[in-house]
T-cell receptor, first 115, second 114 residues
Framework: AQKVTQAQTEISVVEKEDVTLDCVYE???????LFWYKQPPSGELVFLIR??????QNEISGRYSWNFQKSTSSFNFTITASQVVDSAVYFC????????????FGKGTMLLVSP | DGGITQSPKYLFRKEGQNVTLSCEQN?????MYWYRQDPGQGLRLIYY???????QKGDIAEGYSVSREKKESFPLTVTSAQKNPTAFYLC?????????????FGPGTRLLVL
């Protein structure tokens, strides 16, 4: 069965600090997809990134970067020079290519960025 | 603008009452999903539908029912059999696929029991 673990329940940083959110996954499939979503206080989940299991290239989008390592089954998310607007709950999720490709979510990491 | 709408934003349920949460999308997506979010629990899948007139149970379907009569709509009914319905409910939609499709979410409905 697939599983996603986000061991950090809550992280507090001061603005301009860099912060890394950890995500470890378990799956028996060789083809799978990993996602990160942001949930601001308003509640709606905002899609950030999707990565497939055959693409281990790291990705950078502005202040956001993602490090995918199949050897450690991890898909970590780093925010550089954090800002107050980054305060939210961040979810990592996994989808397998077999079956109907439903998402399995981690329990989320709450990030608090203070001025 | 294309997107997913959920209504109402807040919903109150009395003991023994069935309530229905609305989810509508104009993204032309075939697949739709319902999730429940409890504090510290992440999101758990209740029901999903890959096509009109077809739907499957997720991990926590007991006490819930759905219908999919139109592509744009996927209402969720919380029945009196659901003993602990207080939670935040999120609807999502996507194109059908083999796991690679991205799910897009609505703003959610917060259900409270009186």
């Amino acid at each position: 069965a697939q599983k996603v673990t986000q061991a950090q329940t809550e992280i507090s940083v001061v603005e301009k600090e860099d912060v890394t959110l950890d995500c470890v996954y378990e799956t028996r499939d060789t083809t799978y997809y990993l996602f990160w979503y942001k949930q601001p206080p308003s509640g709606e989940l905002v899609f950030l990134i999707r990565r497939n299991s055959f693409d281990e290239q790291n990705e950078i989008s502005g202040r956001y970067s993602w490090n995918f390592q199949k050897s450690t089954s991890s898909f970590n998310f780093t925010i550089t020079a954090s800002q107050v607007v980054d305060s939210a709950v961040y979810f990592c999720a996994l989808s397998e290519a077999s079956g109907y490709s439903t998402l399995t979510f981690g329990k989320g990491t709450m990030l608090l960025v203070s001025p | 603008d294309g997107g997913i709408t959920q209504s109402p934003k807040y919903l109150f349920r009395k003991e023994g009452q069935n309530v229905t949460l609305s989810c509508e999308q104009n993204l032309n997506h075939d697949a739709m999903y319902w999730y429940r979010q409890d504090p510290g629990q992440g999101l758990r899948l209740i029901y999903y539908s890959q096509i009109v007139n077809d739907f499957q149970k997720g991990d926590i379907a007991e006490g819930y029912s759905v219908s999919r009569e139109k592509k744009e709509s996927f209402p969720l009914t919380v029945t009196s059999a659901q003993k602990n319905p207080t939670a935040f409910y999120l609807c999502a939609s996507s194109t059908p696929g083999q796991g690679e499709e991205t799910q897009y979410f609505g703003p959610g409905t917060r259900l409270l029991v009186l």
